[in-house]
C-alpha cells in the first residue's frame, strides 16, 4: 500500500478545533445542567446569580471567538479538506463517529439554526434600509424648515419680525420690567445677596462643592 501524503493536512487547526469545540460543548452542558436541576428542583437548586450568569457567557463568547479566528485563518486549506478515517481506523466500533465525520449534509437541529440566521439577516438588511429612508427624509425635512429660521438666538423669525413692530416692543418691554420687578423681590427675600445660580446649587448636592467664583 503507497504511503498517504500529510503534508498539507491542517493538523493543528483541526486539533485546535475540536480541543475548542469541545470546550464549548462543555460549557453549554454545565448551563443547561444548571438550569434543568432548577427546574427539576425549584424548591431546592437555585439558579446562579446575574454575575455568575454573565461569567459564563463571557467564556463561552471567548471560545467562540477563539473558533471563529481558527477558521478564518485556515479558511482556504480548511474548505479543501474532507474527513477521512485512517486505514487502521475501528470504523466497526466507531461506526457513529464515522458517518458524522463523513456527513455532507448539515444535521437537522444545524440546518435550522442557518435558515434562521438567513432569514435574520435578512430582516436587519430590511431594517437597515428603512433606517436609510428615515435618515433622508430626516434630512430633508431639516433644509425645508431651515429657511424658515435664523439661529442667531431663540427666535423664529415670524417672533423676530414681530418684534420689531411697535406691539412686539411693547411687549419686550413690559418682559424686561417684569424680570427686573422679578431680580428685586430676590434681591430683597435674600437680604441683598444675590441668589445662588441653580447650576451651582446642583454642583452642591451632587459634589459637594460651592464654588463662589
Known amino acids: 500500500m503507497s504511503e498517504f501524503d500529510y503534508s498539507k493536512v491542517p493538523v493543528e487547526s483541526l486539533e485546535s478545533l475540536r480541543n475548542r469545540l469541545n470546550q464549548v ?35 463561552l463568547i471567548t471560545q467562540l471567538q477563539s473558533i471563529a479566528s481558527i477558521l478564518t485563518n485556515d479558511d482556504d486549506i480548511l474548505k479543501r479538506t474532507n474527513a477521512y478515517p485512517l486505514p487502521n481506523f475501528p470504523t466497526t466500533e466507531q461506526e ?14 444545524v440546518e435550522g439554526w442557518m435558515k434562521d440566521a438567513i432569514g435574520r439577516g435578512a430582516l436587519q438588511e430590511s431594517d437597515l434600509e ?34 420689531e413692530t411697535e406691539e412686539g416692543k411693547k411687549e419686550a418691554q413690559r418682559k424686561r420690567d417684569l424680570e427686573l420687578e422679578q431680580e428685586e423681590e430676590k ?10 445660580h441653580p447650576n451651582k446649587v446642583l454642583k452642591f448636592m451632587y459634589q459637594g462643592v460651592l464654588d463662589d467664583s
Not at 96 to 109: D, F, G
Open 25 to 59: 460543548h462543555l460549557s453549554l452542558r454545565k448551563l443547561a445542567d444548571q438550569v434543568n436541576h432548577n427546574i427539576r428542583n425549584p424548591n431546592k437548586a437555585k439558579l446562579p446569580n446575574y454575575a455568575q450568569f454573565q461569567n459564563q457567557f463571557h467564556v
Open 96 to 109: 457513529a463517529l464515522v458517518t458524522t465525520l463523513l456527513r455532507k449534509k448539515p444535521l437537522p437541529e
Open 130 to 163: 428603512k433606517d436609510e429612508a428615515f435618515v433622508k427624509w430626516c434630512a430633508e425635512t431639516v433644509q425645508d424648515l431651515r429657511d424658515e429660521f435664523q439661529f442667531y438666538g431663540f427666535h423664529s423669525q415670524q417672533e423676530l419680525e414681530f418684534l
Open 187 to 196: 434681591m430683597r427675600t435674600t437680604g441683598g445677596k444675590q441668589p445662588l
